[in-house]
């Protein structure tokens, strides 16, 4: 089980054009493994929540955007989420690692240790072209 992290930062308003939009991530999953999307949507949905508890107040004016991160201590990758609401434009950010320069300087931090379901193996076949 992997614990789960929560942030509300200050606003971030550069470099959302690099990221891969969960919609976009979403189609890509859809023609994978089913279990593969269901266990994402499952994440993205968590990741509201857990959101919401950190300060997130329900809207978005930009993203919600999907990265990809090393998990620790293994050779897998977990995905992340990030996205800025729309009052006072206050990105949230939602990691099954724990990320410590965030916890330093953020403005709300909650961790939960319900499961995430952020790990990821096949995580570069969507760079690769892979199905």
Known sequence: ???????KI????????????VD??????ARCEVNRLLDFISSWDFAKNLAIDAGWEG?????PFVFFLPFPD????????????????????????????LSESCDSEVASDEIF??????????FEGGN
């Open 1 to 7: 089980m992997s614990r789960c992290y929560a942030y």
């Open 10 to 21: 200050a606003p971030i308003d550069v470099g959302f054009d690099h990221l891969v939009s």
């Open 24 to 29: 976009d991530y979403i189609l890509y999953l």
């Open 59 to 63: 809207d978005i004016r930009e993203g």
């Open 74 to 101: 293994s050779s897998e990758m977990s995905f992340a989420f990030i996205f800025k609401q729309e009052n006072n434009g206050d990105t949230m950010v939602v990691s099954p690692v724990r990320l410590e320069w």
């Open 117 to 126: 379901v952020g790990r990821l193996s096949w995580a570069r076949e969507m």
